[in-house]
């Protein structure tokens, strides 16, 4: 299993912006889609965005889409996230997490472990 390390997370005023970072390990990091979930206080941890192993393919959840970008770096084992323009509702504990093969096959994983995750303040 890859091991995943979240950083770049903070408090931010709303219409701010913050760039994530997930440094992962393991050799077999370029076959793995990669995604961004968060989990905000008192609720279920939800999906964010996703990336294809190579890049080519992202996928959004309608609250990312249009502000958020989700980008990977393979030879530096690090995915990211750009988010622009935050809300407060984007305040959340965000986390990645990667399933070898397709987006699709990472949107059902059922992940046997997590990074400590990253905090995001977004103050009104």
């Known amino acids: 299993q890859v091991q995943l390390v979240e950083s770049g997370g903070g408090l931010v005023q709303a219409g701010g912006s913050l760039r994530l970072s997930c440094a992962a390990s393991g050799r077999t990091f370029s076959s793995y889609a990669m995604g961004w979930f968060r989990q905000a206080p008192g609720k279920e941890r939800e999906f964010v965005a996703a990336?294809?192993?190579?890049?080519?393919?992202?996928y959004y959840a309608d609250s990312a889409k249009g502000r958020f970008t989700i980008s990977r770096d393979n030879a530096k084992n690090t995915v990211y996230l750009e988010m622009n323009s935050l809300k407060p509702e984007d305040t959340a504990v965000y986390y990645c997490?990667?399933?070898?093969?397709?987006?699709?096959?990472?949107?059902?994983?059922?992940?046997?472990?997590w990074g400590q995750g990253t905090q995001v303040t977004v103050s009104s």
């Open positions: 997490n990667g399933r070898s093969g397709t987006i699709q096959a990472l949107r059902k994983a059922d992940f046997a472990s």
């Open positions: 990336i294809s192993w190579s890049g080519a393919i992202t």
